[in-house]
Nanobody, 123 residues
Framework: QVQLVESGGGLVQAGGSLTLSCAVS????????MGWFRQTPGKEREFVAR????????HYADSVKGRLTIFKDNAKNTVYLQMNSLKPEDTAVYYC????????????????WGQGTQVTVSS
């Protein structure tokens, strides 16, 4: 079993920055890729970013390229999502997730999920 706990969400003004954290514990040997998703009411959970290996392979949704950065600190067993130039459209509950696959991108490709952290971007 793998446990994921998100933190760092909150209220930020448009154009501002925020960094989310995801603490990973448990059977981390089974995790190949970590990812971030987001979801707003009435919409499907949306892929945001993923990272595989020691920050060597990363992929982002087109909507967040250049603004959001995923990275992990292996020593701290924590994955981060650094968010810059935030827009009101970025408002959502953000979830971290763990996958056994090398190139997951869909919700079904991820095996473990955190409980989410709310990010609200005001205009």
């Amino acid at each position: 079993q793998v446990q994921l706990v998100e933190s760092g969400g909150g209220l930020v003004q448009a154009g501002g920055s925020l960094t989310l954290s995801c603490a990973v514990s448990g059977q981390t040997f089974s995790v190949t890729t970590m990812g971030w998703f987001r979801q707003t009411p009435g919409k499907e959970r949306e892929f945001v970013a993923r990272v595989t290996g020691n920050n060597r392979t990363r992929h982002y949704a087109d909507s967040v390229k250049g603004r959001l950065t995923i990275f992990k600190d292996n020593a701290k067993n924590t994955v981060y999502l650094q968010m810059n130039s935030l827009k009101p459209e970025d408002t959502a509950v953000y979830y971290c997730a763990a996958s056994k696959y090398y190139r997951p991108s869909e919700v079904a490709d991820f095996d473990y999920w955190g409980q989410g952290t709310q990010v609200t971007v005001s205009s």
